[in-house]
Each structure stands twice: as structure tokens, then as C-alpha cells.
């Protein structure tokens, strides 16, 4: 993201900046107007910053609150100049690129990495056997940095190299030979809760949580409803696509402390997972984010840090890995797909009298973050509507397929597509306005939510009322 | 044939996440002429956060929002922060932030109060000033006391506190409890046009309704709701990770993965709901994730209303529209533009 420079006065100012010296850097010093001819410049073009501190006007005096601030990153946004983990670099620094499994299901029989690592460049090549503890999870420690004796989905790291170039480390991911012994892999998480199924963890089930909310009688709900509307939802598996890839760099001091510089958005977790899975103290770790570039819940645990670390400790330089597109597709956490059975019970007038709902999620390969997923999801699911009877329970499973975890909303679109898309259903089968219907429905202050929880500042009702009365819904037909 | 249609959906969803505690801390320091710092563990995920931060800690303390500058995400010199996750920023160090800024203001009370010959508690920070609450004429501004604080008084004018939403674990037989502090709530209505003949979808205007309580920084709320449509937009329509049978991924790149671009993204209409919620900061919920919630719903709404044809698996791909549309003709179920379906097979 070059910043073109406008003016001449621009022109002129960047000329008279210092050059600063790089090695990856043809163009930097030569005049701007050369520079400018470039239509795709390799190295950022140097732009002097105009030093003039943000000092406040009267008008943005208090209150602070309710105003609309601008903030104080925009401005590198709107120059180009912010600085990712990417942008930044350390001397003698390596570059990390992982092998990936590309087989669902096996065991992993051998990993032969002599001639990769003999290349010229190869500074350093890992396995699972190299990291101390090979595991980590939010919740379940089931996942792990490179698989060593098993591959649980086909996005699996299985060795790690550190070369001098990312060209080198790609072309040395090619050298590394993996023998592995195909197993039975398993894809669909209802032919995966059955006891037949291949275990995905074995010994353990691949039902490996649970979560059930229970409110009144649904039975006796559904004997007292004047019509019932069963409908069974499903959702697919969806990336977060955020513009920056996972990219971290881990380096040394001489003291034997180690930093990594990560895209991460929970730093004090990410502290914690390094201290366990590399078996440090944790005060001889220091975690640094900068602005992410988007996270929306993919950038909440750690993935290839404990490889970084114990690459950058075995070559004594600082290491840099930074996920491709394809990887952050194949290795990082996705959105749950879910299917979700509604069974509801209402009266003449559209006002729910019971609802069951049942929820399969498909947990893919890790845990990851599904606990909080299913428990979101399943507490979620009734909708924001004042129902009597209630009853969800829902179940994550285990697939040999991409790990889901976190993402924008943990489970409440996936259950809010399914309520909504039946309450739509129940209001055109009973010919109630479908604006109408949810109103009658609705939490309203004090309202008891299928947990039992006494709600507080609920303004659902005004909600429908206030974008019904800026669509226009009650003048369109 | 183009077909227009409107759907409506509305949702609720917690702040903070269940399962485990998930708390904040926050560190806020006076500097000698009258701005703050503020330390925080959390990490700007491009949403703003620090923005908002930064606003709750200046209107705590009566000072701008250019006034306080905000470090973030070091475990080396930043306090615990649960995340950037589960809309929490705003509400849980939002709390965190201000209760800090709090614990430093109560020291400017003290050094102020003799400065002014009153009681700490008559005070009130207000216009980069301590001044006597009901009369702004007697004050000092607060680089003044920020420096008697540090340089006479010798204490400097700094807060620390943490916040932890309260809750209440789940019964696990019958799942209840008090699992969430609060909640935000939201509709967004869609208009979409379907092509019959296609099944291609095109979502034409979407009008948002969100709840955040207080709106800290009304601008950075309509950006989220803005940025959270667009991943509705695509989750209802075009995204999906597709395997092969031996569970390999087929597309996974930006050429096969479709994403819905600038040229997708419907005219948007954004209302922030009034509210207030005493639990939060200044009133203050959050707003992040909620955003990408009931699009999808109000999209599939649009399109039942437009053609009759109910979609039952996401994403609603032409090929899936389609099949829904010959599945309701063929079990001729009740379509709910009757009249416009008469005067169609009139004209042929």
C-alpha cells in the first residue's frame, strides 16, 4: 500500500528524508518521481510523517461520551502505514512454513526430513516430537501444535521448517517425506454420534459436550397447542477471511526469555497456551499485538507460535511464520455448521406455547471453542420471545474435517436463522402479520429467559417497532 | 421474472461469554498536565475499542478524547484482559477502564478539595476542570491538580480496578441460571429481489435496529453494524467450505470461496436504539457480533415472501432457491403474492 505523494510539496519532503537503507530495497533512494513510474513498487515508498500532534479543539471537549471520535489509527489506515506483524522484521530473521497432513484420518507411520534438511538455507526443521507439551485447547487440550503420531484433519501441521527464504522453506515442505497409514475417516456428525462411528480422539466418544436447558412441561405444551410446526435447519462452514492472515514472529533474548509478535486478539490466554505447551514461566514469555487486521473470533487462541519459539530457540535467530490464504482455510478455526430441529407449539393468536429444539454441531477435528459455542447456541436458541415450555439441548461432535471454533456470534446466526425462519413460517400459517407475531411474542422488561434469568434493559419490542417504522413496513402494501 | 420481497428478523444475544470467568483490568494514569494514559491487555481488532476506551476513561475523568492515549496488548506492561472476543470490550473493560479512571479521580478529589476549601465529594471533573459541583467558576484545572498530586502532595494520580461480569453457573440438569450480566437486542428488516427463473438472489436494502445501550461512539457502532451485515450478507447467500469425500477442502481460496464484495452490499439504514443499561459503562452494552446475527434470518424471510419457496439449508445459492421454488410449485403451497401470481398466468 504505497502512499502516492500529491503535491509537490509532498515530492519535496520526501526527498529530503533520509533514505533508509534495506536490503530487500532496489527502489528506495532513487528520486520520487522515478519511483512514482513504478507501477507496483516492491518496498513501501518512503513518505515523511507531518509531525503535528492530535491536540484537541474546544469542540472535542467533554463529554467524551456519545460523540462520534474519530480514531487515533485512522490516519495510518487512510496512509498505508500502519504496521501489521507482518510489516515488521528482525535481523538474521527466518522464515517458518509448515507441511500440512492433506489426509483426513491416519497415523503417522515415519517423517523423514534429511534432505530437506540438507538444502542449502534450511536452517532448522521440526516435528511434533520437538515441542514439549504437544497440545493445547481453551477448553479441552485436544489439539495439537504438529501432529505427531495422528492426523485428525487434512489442515494438520505435521513438521515445521525455518529457512532463510519463505521460497527455500516452500521448496524444502516438498523434500520432507511423511508415510502415514490411512485410517477410516468420518465427516458427518450424525453418523458420528453413533456407536459405530470411528472414533475421531479415541478412546474418547465423539460427543464431547453437551449442553441442555429445560423450562415448564414441552409435553404438556404441545397437548395444549392449537397448532405445531416442526422444521429441521442446516448451516454450513464458513471462514472469518480476515485480510490479515495469522502471522507471528518469536525471538530470544539472551536471558533466555522469549517474546512473540502475533496477530493474536487474546494475548493473556495466548501467554498462558505458550507457557504449557513450551513448559516455560510464564514471566519469561512476553506476548506484543499490534492493530489485527481483522479478527471476528479466528484469532483467539494460539496455532503455530510453540513451533516459532522452539525454531527460533534451535537456530538462535528470530522466526517469522505467516499463514498463506490457503492455510488460513485448511488450519485455522471455522464458523460451526449446525443442524438444528425446531419442534413449536402454538395458540391460535401466534403466541408460542412450547418449543423443543435439538442441535447437532459439527465440532470438526479440535474442540477449539465449541463449549462456548454450544452453550451460547443452545441458551440462544428459543429466541428473544417469552415462552412457558422449553426445551434445547444440543451436541458438538467430532469430525475428522477443518476445526470449528469462534466466530461473530458463536452459534446465535446459525439458531437465529431457524427461529426467525419458523416464526416467519408460523405467522403466514396462522395469517398474522409477520411484525405482529414477534411483538406478541417478545421479551419484555422483566421477562424470565429460558435460563430463568430475570432480563433487564430489553428493548426487543423497540427494536422491531423503531426498523418497522424506518423500513416503512406498516406503508409498503 | 424478478420478484421483490421483505423479511424481518430480530434476536437477542449476551455480552461476555459463559463457561468461565471472564474479567478485565485496567490501569489509568494522570500525567502532569491533565492527560491520562490508559493501560489495557486487550487488543484493537480493528473495530475501535480503543477508541471507545478512550472516551469512557475521558468523560470518567472530565477530560477529551484526544486527551487520553491508550496502550494496549503487551503482557509486559498492559494488566489481564480476557480479549477482543465475545462483544465484551465496551461492557467488561469498559467497566474496567472507568473504575480505574474513577480510582485516580478520587485522588485529584483529595488534592483538590484544599486547593478549593471544600470536600472531596462536592467535587466534579468536568472540562479538563475540578470544579464545585453547581459552581464552575471555582475550579482548577486538572494539570494543576494533576501536578500538586504528584509534586507536593506526592501522590501521583493513578487507578487500577478490574471487572468481572457477574453470573450465575448453570444448573447442568435443567440448564438454569443466570449465565450472561445482559443482553443487546436487534431487527433488521431486508428487501431482496428473486430471480424465478434463476434463484439468483439480490438483497437490495437492509434497515438495522440495534441495541448497545449508550452508544459510546455512535459512528464506530454504525461501522460494526455495517461491517456485520456484509458477513450476514454472505453467510446467507454465497460462503461456504466445501470437502471433497476424502475431506479435503475444494476452495480454499478467494477465486472459489465467494465473498460478497462492495457490489453486493445492499443500501444499509442503520438506527441505534435508545437505551440505557446501569450495569455497563455510561449505560454502555456492546454491539459487535450481534450485527451479523439476524441478517440471514431477514434475508430468507425476504426471499419466502418473494417467492413462496422456503430455504431450509444456508447458503441460499441460486441452485437452492431454484430447487425451493419448484419444491412449493409442486406442493402448490399457499403463495403470499396470490394477486401477482394471477395476473402472471393471465398474461400468458
Redesign the interface.
Known amino acids: 500500500m504505497a502512499q502516492k505523494p500529491g503535491s509537490k510539496k509532498d515530492s519535496a519532503m520526501s526527498k529530503k528524508a533520509k533514505p533508509v537503507r534495506s536490503k530487500k530495497s532496489a527502489v528506495i533512494g532513487r528520486p520520487v518521481e522515478t519511483v512514482e513510474t513504478l507501477r507496483l513498487p516492491a518496498v513501501m515508498q518512503q513518505v515523511a510523517y507531518p509531525i503535528e500532534a492530535l491536540a484537541p479543539k474546544v469542540r472535542q471537549q467533554t463529554p467524551a461520551v456519545g460523540q462520534r471520535a474519530t480514531r487515533p489509527d485512522c490516519r495510518l489506515h487512510g496512509l498505508g502505514q500502519t504496521k501489521y506483524i507482518d510489516d515488521m522484521s528482525f535481523p538474521g530473521m527466518l522464515y517458518c512454513k509448515i507441511k500440512r497432513a492433506g489426509i483426513a484420518s491416519a497415523l503417522i507411520k515415519k517423517i523423514d526430513v534429511r534432505e530437506a534438511e540438507a538444502m542449502p538455507g534450511v536452517m532448522a526443521i521440526i516435528t511434533g516430537k520437538d515441542i514439549p507439551v504437544n497440545s493445547y485447547g481453551p477448553s479441552i487440550k485436544d489439539q495439537p501444535v504438529l501432529a505427531d503420531d495422528r492426523v485428525f484433519h487434512a489442515g494438520d501441521g505435521v513438521a515445521a521448517v525455518a529457512a532463510v527464504t519463505e521460497q527455500i522453506a516452500l521448496e524444502a515442505l516438498d523434500k520432507i517425506r511423511v508415510e502415514y497409514e490411512p485410517l477410516t475417516p468420518i465427516f458427518d456428525p450424525v453418523e458420528a454420534m453413533k456407536d459405530s462411528a470411528p472414533k475421531v480422539h479415541p478412546p474418547s466418544s465423539n460427543i464431547y459436550a453437551t449442553k441442555l436447558i429445560k423450562k415448564g412441561d414441552v409435553e404438556k405444551g404441545f397437548r395444549e397447542s392449537y397448532r405445531i410446526f416442526e422444521d429441521t435447519f442446516t448451516t454450513q462452514m464458513v471462514e472469518h477471511v480476515p485480510l490479515e492472515p495469522h502471522c507471528s514472529i518469536a525471538s530470544w533474548d539472551a536471558n533466555g526469555r522469549l517474546t512473540i509478535h502475533s496477530t493474536l486478539g487474546r494475548i493473556t490466554l495466548g501467554r498462558t497456551d505458550m507457557a504449557r505447551t513450551l513448559q516455560l514461566p510464564i514471566s519469561r514469555i512476553r506476548m506484543v499485538a499490534t492493530i489485527v487486521g481483522g479478527n471476528f473470533g479466528g484469532k483467539n487462541e494460539i496455532t503455530q507460535e510453540p513451533a516459532l519459539a522452539v525454531l527460533s530457540k534451535m537456530t538462535g535467530r528470530p522466526v517469522k511464520g505467516t499463514f498463506t490464504r490457503t492455510e488460513e482455510f485448511i488450519a485455522t478455526t471455522t464458523r460451526h455448521p449446525i443442524i438444528m430441529h425446531y419442534k413449536t407449539g402454538v395458540s391460535k393468536e401466534g403466541k408460542i406455547i412450547a418449543r423443543k429444539v435439538r442441535l447437532v454441531l459439527d465440532g470438526g477435528a479440535y474442540c477449539s471453542w465449541s463449549e462456548t459455542t454450544l452453550g451460547k447456541a443452545c441458551i440462544l436458541s428459543p429466541g428473544p420471545y417469552n415462552i412457558e415450555n422449553v426445551h434445547s439441548e444440543a451436541f458438538v461432535v467430532y469430525t475428522n474435517k477443518t476445526m470449528t471454533g469462534a466466530m461473530r456470534g458463536f452459534g446465535a446466526p446459525q439458531v437465529c436463522f431457524a427461529y426467525e425462519s419458523q416464526m416467519d413460517e408460523i405467522a403466514h400459517a396462522l395469517n398474522i402479520d409477520p411484525l405482529e407475531i414477534r411483538l406478541r411474542n417478545a421479551f419484555h422488561e422483566g421477562s424470565a429467559s429460558p435460563t430463568g434469568q430475570v432480563l433487564h434493559s430489553v428493548v426487543v419490542k423497540d427494536s422491531l417497532l423503531q426498523a418497522a417504522e424506518r423500513y416503512g413496513w406498516k406503508e409498503a402494501r | 421474472m424478478k420478484k421483490r420481497g421483505?423479511?424481518?428478523?430480530?434476536?437477542?444475544?449476551?455480552i461476555g461469554?459463559?463457561?468461565a470467568a471472564n474479567p478485565s483490568a485496567a490501569v489509568v494514569k494522570v500525567n502532569e498536565d491533565g492527560t491520562a494514559t490508559l493501560l489495557t491487555?486487550t487488543?484493537?481488532?480493528?473495530q475501535?475499542s480503543?477508541?471507545v476506551l478512550?472516551?469512557?476513561v475521558?468523560?470518567e475523568l472530565?477530560?477529551?478524547?484526544?486527551?487520553v492515549h491508550?496502550v494496549?496488548?503487551?503482557?509486559?506492561t498492559t494488566p489481564?484482559?480476557?480479549?477482543?472476543?465475545?462483544s465484551r470490550t465496551t461492557y467488561v473493560t469498559g467497566n474496567a477502564s472507568r473504575l480505574a479512571a474513577e480510582k485516580a479521580k478520587e485522588i485529584l478529589f483529595q488534592v483538590a478539595a484544599p486547593m478549593l476549601g471544600v470536600k472531596p465529594e462536592q467535587l466534579e471533573a468536568?472540562?479538563?476542570k475540578i470544579q464545585v459541583k453547581n459552581y464552575p467558576q471555582r475550579s482548577i484545572g486538572i494539570g494543576e491538580v494533576a501536578n500538586q498530586a504528584q509534586f507536593v502532595m506526592g501522590q501521583p494520580a493513578l487507578g487500577s480496578a478490574s471487572f468481572n461480569p457477574p453470573t450465575v453457573a448453570?444448573d447442568?440438569?435443567?440448564?438454569?441460571?443466570?449465565?450472561?450480566a445482559?443482553?443487546v437486542?436487534?431487527?433488521?428488516?431486508a428487501d431482496v429481489d428473486v430471480d424465478d427463473e434463476t434463484g439468483e438472489v439480490e438483497v437490495l436494502r437492509i434497515?438495522?435496529?440495534?441495541?448497545c445501550?449508550?452508544?459510546?461512539?455512535?459512528?464506530?457502532v454504525e461501522g460494526q453494524i455495517e461491517g456485520?451485515i456484509s458477513?450476514?450478507v454472505?453467510?446467507a447467500l454465497q460462503?461456504?467450505?466445501l470437502?471433497d469425500k476424502?475431506?479435503?477442502?475444494l476452495?480454499?481460496?478467494?477465486t472459489n470461496?465467494i465473498?460478497p464484495t462492495s457490489l453486493d452490499m445492499p443500501e444499509i439504514?442503520v438506527?441505534i436504539?435508545?437505551?440505557?443499561?446501569?450495569?455497563g459503562p455510561?449505560g454502555?452494552?456492546g454491539v459487535?457480533?450481534?450485527t451479523?446475527?439476524?441478517?440471514?434470518?431477514?434475508i430468507?424471510?425476504a426471499i419466502?415472501d418473494a417467492v413462496g419457496a422456503?430455504?431450509?439449508?444456508?447458503?441460499a445459492t441460486p441452485e437452492r432457491v431454484l430447487a425451493a421454488i419448484k419444491a412449493a410449485r409442486a406442493k402448490k403451497l399457499?403463495k403470499?403474492k396470490r394477486k401477482e401470481t394471477q395476473k402472471r398466468i393471465a398474461a400468458h
Not at chain 2, 476424502?246 to 477442502?249: A, E, P, T, V
Not at chain 2, 476452495?251 to 478467494?254: F, T, V
Request: glycine content about 12%; overall charge negative; some cysteine.
Open positions: 421483505r423479511g424481518i428478523a430480530c434476536m437477542w444475544y449476551p461469554f459463559t463457561v491487555g487488543v484493537e481488532t480493528g475501535g480503543l477508541t478512550g472516551q469512557i475521558a468523560e472530565g477530560i477529551a478524547t484526544d486527551d491508550v494496549s496488548a503487551d503482557t509486559d489481564m484482559d480476557t480479549g477482543a472476543i465475545a468536568r472540562d479538563r448453570l447442568p440438569a435443567t440448564g438454569q441460571g443466570k449465565p450472561f445482559t443482553y437486542y436487534a431487527t433488521q428488516i434497515v438495522a435496529a440495534h441495541d445501550g449508550t452508544a459510546i461512539n455512535p459512528m464506530l456485520g458477513m450476514g454472505g453467510f460462503e461456504e467450505m470437502f476424502n475431506g479435503k477442502q476452495n480454499p481460496n478467494l470461496y465473498m439504514e438506527d436504539v435508545k437505551n440505557f443499561d446501569p450495569t455510561f454502555a452494552k459487535g457480533e450481534p451479523a446475527v439476524p441478517t440471514a434470518a431477514a430468507m424471510n419466502y422456503r430455504v431450509y439449508s444456508l447458503p399457499p403470499p
